[in-house]
């Protein structure tokens, strides 16, 4: 479970390259082979 403070860190942290190493590495290694992802706002 991830947690951004708001959509616009969110956005800097999709692309980010590390992010995308990280995704390849659990591809990898196995232990990822789909991901599925909700975006909500508590309170909304």
């Keep these: 479970m991830l947690t951004f403070k708001d959509a616009k860190s969110r956005d800097a942290y999709l ?10 590495l ?9 991901a599925f992802v909700v975006d909500y706002v508590p309170g909304s």
Excluded: M, N
């Design 15 to 24: 692309p980010h390259p590390e992010h995308k190493k990280f995704g390849q």
């Design 26 to 34: 659990l591809g990898r290694l196995g232990v990822l082979e789909d």
